[in-house]
């Protein structure tokens, strides 16, 4: 069909840019260098995260059952005891976090490279304006929204994970450091407003991966929308709910029930002493 | 009944590639509304030639939509505001008396302005050279049906072989990308058996040069939005997906090649 049409006009006006790329000789690098191999990885690595953003919502639902503080703080004590005595204290969680902050810096190491690229790729805009036909909103501000949720993790970790955002913060009582967290107000609106963003986010990267990872199949393309929507809204649903129920009061008050606390009130129901259980190791 | 429509026209005039260029407004008056957008602007010409001015510059070839020549952003869309229509097919009748209409080249820096609204797409012939065509033994002439291919696979191939280059894909994409463009060529051939031979390196080999020009697809959609030939998004992920199967598949040839086919 090309070779049909017109000849064009002289090339030799001027030449292109034509960006030259390096050989990597390492198969994975050569690959991680293609523009293609990039998307594939944000793909995998975008399907890494969803997981855990999908089973960290479900799991902080344990806020509603009705001894939530005695069942979360458990999981927060499970989370850190799984895989005892094969795995060192810890030692299976850090494992889930090394997959996660491998998958977050190559995530966002790939959609920094090829932003670049994508800048160099137009470096005059329309002067006239342009308009758009079928990107949405939540694919036009994927850089923000990224952008800005990397931020927030970083806050939440400061809030929840390492506490020095949080004055009420107690190590190993989740439960406690969620609860006074989101009782004030500017920092539950923190965490409203960085899920509606997470929610447009994943709106447009659940679709997104199929589409990078190449799977696309008449009988199933109308799912995909579908799904990436379904997705974005549960964990939506599921996340600001949480600061939303505590502010509402809906939600006990902490009574400072330790995961280890717990563990000791079940031994006592068993007519048996805690420590010896089968896994639990207590770390005074 | 045709009805005659008076326009203003804002046009992005530039001399040359070195040019910084600026919008030039044109009235178009008593233009005819059963003409087409590029007659339309062949009146405009003809009035500038008679005032002893430059005419205004653009690509056109067949004037049906099927040679690819043609194609400018209207408006802020490739092609204007007709789905499925290059500017050569869309008629004056789409727009209102009175309307200002703002007209403008493909803006990407694989496509240099030439002049006015012509680009040069000479990036979209290195990107056939590095694989849009098929090895075939010279000689005598074969039966055309000696070949079998399943009727769906046909059709599915003349669907991305349906893509004449405009460049409107990479004019609409945000990023610049020219995904929509080199996965239907790629398309057409990797799906029919004469394309399987030299499938693996054609991927590989086609997207490297498309690289090396041209942005990254983020599936923004908006090349299927403003392609003239309705080409799908399908044969990108298509196009992913060879070649990432390229990638696997070919681990001792990376660059592809005839060699790295084996297996």
């Known amino acids: 069909m090309l070779s049909g049409s017109a000849p064009r006009t002289s090339a030799a006006a001027q030449a292109p840019a034509v960006r030259q790329r390096r050989k990597h000789h390492l198969w994975v690098l050569y690959f991680y260098g293609s523009a293609i191999g990039k998307k594939a990885v944000m793909a995998v690595t975008g399907i890494v995260l969803l997981g855990f953003v999908l089973m960290h919502m479900v799991g902080n639902l344990k806020l509603y059952y009705p001894d939530a503080e005695r069942h979360l703080n458990a999981y927060g004590e499970w989370l850190r005891t799984f895989g005892e005595p094969a795995l060192p204290h810890t030692g299976f969680l850090w494992i889930l976090r090394g997959g996660l902050i491998l998958s977050f810096i190559l995530h966002i190491h790939a959609a920094v490279s090829l932003t670049l690229m994508n800048r160099q790729a137009r470096p005059i805009k329309y002067q006239g304006g342009r308009s758009y036909a079928a990107a949405d909103y939540a694919a036009r501000t994927m850089r923000w929204s990224g952008f800005i949720i990397g931020f927030y993790v970083l806050f939440h970790l400061a809030d929840l994970t390492w506490g020095n955002a949080n004055p009420d913060f107690i190590r190993g009582e989740p439960y406690n450091n969620l609860y006074y967290s989101f009782e004030r107000v500017p920092v539950a609106l923190v965490y409203i407003v960085a899920n509606l963003l997470l929610g447009l986010h994943i709106y447009h990267g659940a679709w997104s991966l199929f589409q990078s990872l190449g799977l696309a199949n008449p009988r199933f393309n109308q799912w995909r929308r579908t799904f990436a929507a379904v997705f974005a809204a549960a964990i939506v649903i599921g996340n600001v709910s949480f600061p939303i129920a505590v502010l509402a009061g809906a939600v006990d008050e902490p009574e400072h029930i330790t995961g280890e606390a717990r563990l000791i009130e079940h031994a006592h129901t068993l007519g048996t002493a805690a420590e010896t259980l089968p896994g639990v190791t207590f770390h005074a | ?263």
């Open chain 2, 1 to 263: 009944m045709s009805k005659n429509l008076n326009l203003t026209l804002r046009v992005w005039r530039q001399r040359g590639p070195a040019d910084s260029g600026a919008f030039g407004t044109y009235k178009a008056d008593g233009i005819n509304d059963d003409m087409s957008f590029l007659e339309m602007l062949d009146v405009v010409n003809e009035r500038l030639i008679g005032d002893g001015k430059d005419p205004i510059a653009f690509d056109h070839d067949c004037r049906e939509g099927i040679c690819g020549s043609c194609g400018f952003v209207i408006d802020g869309r490739p092609h204007g505001p007709q789905p499925g229509t290059t500017v050569c097919q869309l008629h004056m009748r789409h727009f209102n008396d009175g309307d200002d209409i703002t007209v403008e080249p493909w803006r990407a820096a694989a496509f240099p302005i030439i002049k006015d609204l012509v680009v040069s797409r000479a990036p979209f012939d290195k990107i056939i050279q590095a694989g849009g065509y098929i090895s075939a033994p010279t000689g005598a002439a074969r039966d055309a049906n000696s070949t079998l291919i399943p009727k769906p696979t046909a059709d599915l191939a003349f669907d991305a072989a349906a893509c004449i280059g405009c460049g409107a894909c990479v004019a609409a994409c945000p990023n610049g990308a020219a995904q929509l463009f080199t996965s239907a060529k790629i398309a057409h051939l990797n799906l029919l058996p004469q394309g399987q031979p030299e499938r693996w390196s054609r991927v590989t080999s086609m997207v490297e040069v498309m690289e090396s020009y041209f942005g990254s697809c983020t599936n923004y959609r908006e090349c299927e939005a403003v392609c003239p030939k309705g080409i799908s998004i399908d044969f990108i992920a298509k196009m992913n997906r060879d070649f990432l199967q390229a990638k696997f598949r070919d681990k001792k040839k990376l660059a592809g090649g005839p060699l790295g086919d084996a297996g």
